[in-house]
């Protein structure tokens, strides 16, 4: 019985991901199953990522600036470790209800966060048993006290990594994070809509931004059209930015 509990709660918990409408699913070359929700202006709210055979997986929740509010790895084997998300119509993450069990056993553990419209937390609890559960969870720490003395803090720049593709077709295109002096890569595939813009990584550094892109973007596939039989991929002599802010942009456009 509690293992037809724990499938239930399974299901129900990765099914709740879906309360968030504006998701994207893919997959890179080791076959993961990729889940991108995002915010209303474009950043990634949650990045759900399970392996091809979707036993163990990760979570991650940013705010709409990118920065990071909450990490947990999920699993489907030797009982649970699963989530419920619950979102803002803004995109914007409004509750996380974490669980992990182990199969069989009386240990839990659950907890739940709750944040606000801009991605602010406001409360933070959890339970368990027993009162020190051996399953090991990943929590999301309560805020951390406020320091009596005022310290100097470098400034946070925003790195976006973004593709933009200005065309009237529908393109895919393969990003690979360069790893500098090792021969291993990671690749994604992102398919994107005419005219659609997507913003697929940000890193924050302190003060200054990167000095290098990270990534290499590749055609893999487009739809040809009357009006569009080649397109190619650019990089814009000029990015945007802004005082605390870069964007590392490559444009799809039709090659005449």
Not at 37 to 48: D, L, M, R, S
Request: proline content about 5%.
């Amino acid at each position: 019985m509690k293992f037809i509990v724990a499938i239930l709660v399974y299901f129900v918990c990765s099914s709740a991901l879906w309360a968030q409408l504006n998701c994207k699913k893919l997959t890179n070359e080791k076959d993961d199953q990729i889940t991108q929700c995002f915010h209303k202006n474009g950043q990634v709210a949650t990045i759900e990522t399970w392996d091809k055979d979707r036993r163990m997986g990760k979570i991650v929740g940013l705010d709409a600036t990118g920065k990071q509010l909450f990490y947990y790895n999920l699993r489907s084997f030797g009982g649970h470790a699963s989530v419920a998300v619950r979102y803002f119509s803004n995109g914007q993450v409004q509750r996380v209800d974490y669980s992990d069990a182990p199969d069989g056993g009386i240990q839990f553990y659950r907890s739940t966060v709750i944040f606000d419209e801009h991605g602010k937390q406001l409360d933070f609890h959890e339970t368990n048993y027993p009162f020190e559960l051996l399953t090991a969870p990943q929590k999301t720490p309560p805020p951390a006290p406020k320091q009596q003395e005022v310290a100097t803090c470098a400034v946070l720049f925003k790195n976006y990594f973004a593709l933009e593709n200005t065309t009237s077709t529908k393109v895919e295109v393969r990003v690979v994070e360069v790893r500098p002096n090792t021969p291993m890569s990671v690749a994604t595939l992102y398919q994107l809509k005419p005219n659609e813009t997507l913003v697929f990584d940000t890193i924050i550094t302190a003060q200054l931004p990167l000095t290098d892109r990270k990534y290499m973007v590749e055609l893999v596939h487009f739809k040809k059209k009357r009006k569009v039989k080649k397109i190619r991929i650019i990089i814009p002599s000029k990015l945007p930015s802004t005082a605390d802010s870069k964007t590392w942009l490559w444009r799809i456009e039709k090659d005449d």
